[in-house]
Every structure is written in C-alpha cells, then in structure tokens.
C-alpha cells in the first residue's frame, strides 16, 4: 500500500495539524459545552420534572409489590386490597408513561437547540478567522469539525444530560431505600461497587484516546475526500485516479480501524457491569435466604430487593454508555473550542474609523511581511498608488506582488512598516467598511451555487435586479448571460462548472463593479481568458475604472501597458517602477521580460 500511495504525501502533510490532544478530563470545558443548552432553559425544568415523575413511580411499584401486595395483602389474603394495589400501580405506569413521552420530546428539542447553538456559532467564528487561518489547514478538517464533531455532540445533548440526572437520581434513591430495607443485606449486595469503580476509572484514559483518534481519522478522510472532488480533473488528465484509490482505502481503512478500536473499548463496559449484576444477584440470593431464615427480613423485603437490584445496575450501565458519550463530546469538544479560541490576526480597531469616502491613495512605507516567518515576501517596499490611478505590479512567481494586493485588502496586516490609506494607517478603519470598498478578483473565480443573478449580486445583496443587469452589461457578461435558457436566472453548480473559463471570469468582473469599491484588485484576473474575451474586458475596464484606484496583477504583459505606473518586483523588493514607456527606454528588469514574453509567443 504505501508504494501505492506514495503520490500523496503532500495530501498527508496537510494533515499534520490534527493530533491527539493528551490531556486529562477537562471538567471546565463540558460546563462550556453544556453552558449551550442554556437556549432551551424553559423547557429544561419541564423536563427534569417528567424525569423525576417516571423515577418516582419505578421507585414505588417495587415496594408496592414486596411490602405492600406480599406481606401484606397477601400474607393477610386481603384480597381486596390486592386489587386495589393492582389498580393503583397500573395508574401510575400510565401516568409515568405520559410523562415520559414529554421527557423524551422536550430533551430532544433541549439537544437540538443546543446542535444548532454550536454549530452557528463555530460557523460564524470561523467566518471572522483571517487568512493565516486557512492557510495552515485544508478545507475537509475545517468540515469535520462543523459537521462530524458537532455531530458526535448529538446523542449527549438530547438523551445523555437528563438521562445522567435521571440515572444519578435513581441510584441515590435505590441505594437509600436498600439501606432502609435491610443494611446489612445493602451492604452485602453492593460491596462489589467500589470493586468496580476502581477497575472503570483505569479504563477512562484509553477510551478517550481511542475516541480522539477516531475524529482526527474522520478529519483526514473528509479532507482527502474534499481535495479528491475538486481536484477529479487533475488526477484524471494523469491517469492517478488507481493511486488514488488506493490512498482512500488505507484511509479509510485507518478510520475503519480507528472506529473498531474505541467500539471494542467502549463495549467492554457493559458486559463489566453485567458481570458485577450477576455477582450482586448471587450475593444476594445466597445471604438473603440465610436473613429470611434467621427471621431478620421478610420474604417481601426480598423481593424489594431483587427489584432494586435490578434497577440498580441498569442504571450503572447507561452510566457507562453516557461516560463513553461524555468521552466522544470531549474529544470532539476539544477539537471544537480549539476553533472558537481561535483569535483572528487581523482584528478591528476599537472606535474605528469609517471608510465610506476613501479617495483610494495608498502608499507603502518601508512595509515588511512573512507568511511563515522564515522567509520574507516583501522587505522593506515603500511605494504610492495615488488615488484613480492604475497600478500594475509584474515580476516572477514569489516576487510579493500578490502579497501587496493582501495587504491593501487587509487580509493580512504587515510584519514591519505601515500601509496608508488616505494618509491613515489601514489598521485604523474599520474592517468591514474597508473590506466594502476593495473588490478583488482572482485568477481562480469562484461561483456559488445558485443563479447568475444571484452570483453577480453578492457583491452587494441589496442590489435591485436592474441593477445587477447594468453591470453585467457594462462588463460584457450579457452576451453570454442572455444566450443562456433561463438568462439571468440560470442555475449554475458549486464552481460554476457548467460555465466556460471566460464566462466564470466576466461574471466575477460584474460581482466585483456592481460592488462599486473605490478600490479594485485584479490579481491574475485575466490569465485564463482568451483574447477576445480580454479585449471585451479591457474596453469595460477603461470605462468603469475611471476615478477608482486599481491595482493590477499580471503575467500577460500586453494587458498593463496602458497602467499610470508599473511596478517590477523581484524576492520582496521594488526594482523598478515607471509607465511602460519609460520602462522599456530604460531597458532594465521589466524590458528583458517584455522581449522574453513576446518572443516565446513568437516561438
């Protein structure tokens, strides 16, 4: 297998970032995870009633039986009372029936309050997280943690904390009614408790681990699973799709394993508890027999006991299994919290300043950034963009021209140095204001499932659809867009596959212009379209960015000739920068990278 699998070490190495977590039981963090039922807090106590109601009458039917109906009515042969003990236990089965019908629908609706509180809030954390974030993890771990961890919650929420009450409740009840009955007899029967805490304690670290490392396996095949559907193309075109199933199946095979284990763990609990059940029995059917002889208890009490015995162990069980469930809401919850602990690196400044009437003059001053801190994307730039004019930054792959584009957008804050923006440092405005007047778009456009209409208006949501149509128009999408069955209201897939290259791009253009930013980035933006489409693009360009400061990103040198300025990079620093005429008399850095480009294309 791992010959088999070799082409996907780098699949591995993304997911080195999940590991088991050894730490003890944290009892601070199930109050956090159960501090989240707080949103069901008015039918909390309901249900806590209908559970104390349905213990109550379990209580009572056994000493119904061994004192009242055996040493009384029928040692007496008070028939009559029989009847009426026989009436009234059916009475209280009914009414504990009831009651537990409303139990189990009010700690479900408890449990699913509480799923949904946790999962909108791990989303909504995970939607202020910046960039370094994503970086550092793949999209399928991220998946995981929503879905399966929140997932694993499910059963403890709705079944395992009242049901811990009503178990709890129910042995302290069972263990006072037995000393009452008989303390010797109590003492007897349950000397083989403390037996079996002990040995139930030794269990709980290796059943913990065990169900951590069934999340990390479940982190890693969502994750390969994700990168195997969005990257089928690629392993396609290279005929890898047999190595790629291999590596699935030692995957999942790792999951497999990994389930079977914790399962095999959990499992050994309850045949524990049985075994301690039949030893209890034993004890008490040889020592109750020799107390009945010695006159000491009634053949009643005997009973009593027989039935709370019983009672008691199952009780113990379920114990076990909402142990093993609090185990998997640990491991789960430690995965969890450690997202919600997660600070962003880009923060909001308090009282920030607005940024509704930027002009869109930035400048650079001696700005400094690493994205691993080991090597530097830019080192020491200083430079200014004023404001409406357009901008290009050109040079080789890692020369930090896509890094400046962060910058301005603030998907990262500098290392070193200080960003301007309308003479004000851009760590002063506020986040989301300043994030609305900076549309960028990228190489690799993503489309959202839905309509065309709706792809185009998430630039801005309260865009009216004529609105949406102008802008479409303006950039040239409409040719297409009309052409489609359903025109703007065509539904396109996750990625807009059924879209051509062009097409997602002219898309992501009139996304961006309906947003109406006074700040545009194009990074790479027209690397993948044809030269029609470009020219297409290029006459809406010069129109609409007219008075918007632009930042332009290319390889395609034909594409930037006309920029106010054009900025060569190369290792994080400014070589050159002039308009294109300028550049090419100079016949430097940016000259030998036109006459290379236009002499392959000649090629």
């Known amino acids: 297998m791992a010959q088999e699998t070799s082409p996907r070490v780098m699949g591995r190495f993304r997911y080195s970032q999940d590991t088991a977590i050894e730490k003890p039981f944290n009892w601070g963090k199930l109050v956090r995870l159960f501090a989240y039922m707080k949103t069901s807090k008015g039918l909390i106590p309901k249900a806590i009633i209908a559970m104390m109601i349905t213990t109550a009458v379990r209580l009572v039917v056994p000493l119904i039986i061994g004192q009242w109906a055996l040493d009384s009515a029928l040692a007496n042969e008070d028939y009559g009372?029989?009847?009426?003990?026989?009436?009234?236990?059916?009475?209280?089965?009914?009414?504990?029936?009831?009651?537990?019908?409303?139990?189990?629908?009010?700690?479900?609706?408890?449990?699913?309050?509480?799923?949904?509180?946790?999962?909108?809030?791990?989303?909504?954390?995970?939607?202020?997280?910046?960039?370094?974030?994503?970086?550092?993890?793949?999209?399928?771990?991220?998946?995981?943690?929503?879905?399966?961890?929140?997932?694993a919650l499910q059963e403890l929420f709705t079944n395992g904390i009242i049901n811990l009450l009503m178990d709890v409740v129910m042995l302290a009840s069972i263990i006072v009614i037995l000393f009452v009955l008989s303390p010797p007899l109590a003492i007897a029967v349950l000397i083989v408790v403390p037996i079996m805490f002990v040995i139930s304690t030794k269990l709980r670290r290796r059943i913990r681990r065990s169900w951590q490392v069934v999340r990390i396996r479940q982190a890693k095949l969502n994750s390969h699973l994700n990168e195997s559907i969005q990257g089928v193309r690629v392993t396609q075109s290279f005929s890898q799709e047999k190595a790629n199933m291999g590596y699935f199946d030692g995957i999942n095979r790792e999951n497999y394993d990994a389930w079977d284990e914790a399962s095999r763990k959990s499992a050994f609990f309850r045949p524990f508890v049985e075994m301690s059940n039949a030893l209890g029995s034993a004890v008490l059917i040889w020592y109750g027999a020799y107390l009945i002889s010695q006159g000491t208890i009634e053949f009643g009490v005997l009973v009593s006991f027989a039935f709370y015995l019983g009672m008691f162990w199952e009780p113990i069980s379920r114990l076990g299994q909402v142990y093993n469930q609090l185990l998997v809401a640990m491991a789960s919850s430690e995965r969890i919290f450690?997202?919600?602990?997660?600070?962003?690196?880009?923060?909001?400044?308090?009282?920030?300043?607005r940024a509704r009437d930027l002009r869109?003059?930035?400048?650079?001053?001696?700005?400094?950034f690493s994205y691993d801190d080991s090597r530097k994307a830019l080192d020491e730039v200083s430079l200014r963009m004023p404001a409406g004019q357009t901008v290009a930054l050109v040079g080789h792959t890692g020369s930090g021209k896509s890094t400046i584009a962060n910058l301005i957008a603030r998907y990262y804050d500098p290392t070193g140095g200080v960003v301007w923006l309308d003479g004000k440092d851009i760590r002063d405005y506020r986040l989301k204001e300043l994030r609305e007047q900076v549309s960028t778009v990228l190489q690799d456009t993503f489309i959202f499932s839905g309509t065309i209409m709706e792809n185009i208006r998430f630039g801005r949501p309260d865009a009216s659809d004529e609105e949406v149509m102008q802008a479409a128009e303006a950039i040239g999408a409409d040719e297409f867009i009309l052409k489609l069955q359903d025109g703007f209201e065509t539904e396109v897939e996750e990625r807009g596959n059924v879209l051509s290259v062009g097409e997602r791009q002219l898309l992501s253009f009139a996304r961006a212009l309906l947003a109406d930013p006074k700040i545009i980035i194009l990074d790479?933006?027209?690397?993948?379209?044809?030269?029609?489409?470009?020219?297409?693009i290029q006459r809406a360009?010069?129109?609409?960015?007219?008075?918007?400061?632009?930042?332009?990103?290319?390889?395609?040198?034909?594409?930037?000739?006309?920029?106010?300025?054009?900025?060569?990079?190369?290792?994080?620093?400014?070589?050159?920068?002039?308009?294109?005429?300028?550049?090419m008399r100079e016949r430097g850095k940016y000259y030998?990278?036109?006459?290379?480009?236009?002499?392959?294309?000649?090629?």
């Not at 997202?339 to 300043?353: A, S």
């Not at 007219?546 to 990079?569: C, E, F, P, Q």
């Not at 030998?592 to 090629?603: E, I, K, R």
């Open 360 to 368: 869109g003059e930035i400048a650079f001053e001696g700005v400094t």
């Open 338 to 353: 450690e997202f919600l602990d997660e600070e962003p690196n880009v923060v909001d400044k308090k009282d920030g300043d």
């Open 81 to 151: 009372l029989m009847l009426q003990l026989a009436v009234f236990a059916l009475l209280l089965y009914i009414f504990s029936l009831i009651a537990n019908r409303f139990r189990i629908k009010w700690t479900n609706e408890i449990g699913q309050d509480a799923i949904h509180a946790l999962r909108k809030q791990l989303f909504n954390h995970i939607q202020t997280l910046s960039n370094r974030f994503f970086d550092s993890r793949s999209a399928g771990s991220i998946l995981v943690r929503v879905v399966n961890d929140i997932n």
């Open 524 to 536: 790479e933006a027209t690397a993948s379209i044809d030269t029609e489409t470009e020219l297409k």
């Open 541 to 583: 360009l010069g129109r609409l960015l007219k008075g918007r400061t632009s930042v332009m990103i290319a390889h395609r040198l034909s594409t930037i000739r006309d920029a106010d300025n054009i900025i060569v990079l190369e290792q994080g620093q400014i070589l050159e920068q002039g308009t294109h005429t300028e550049l």
């Open 592 to 603: 030998d990278l036109v006459v290379s480009q236009f002499q392959a294309l000649d090629g």
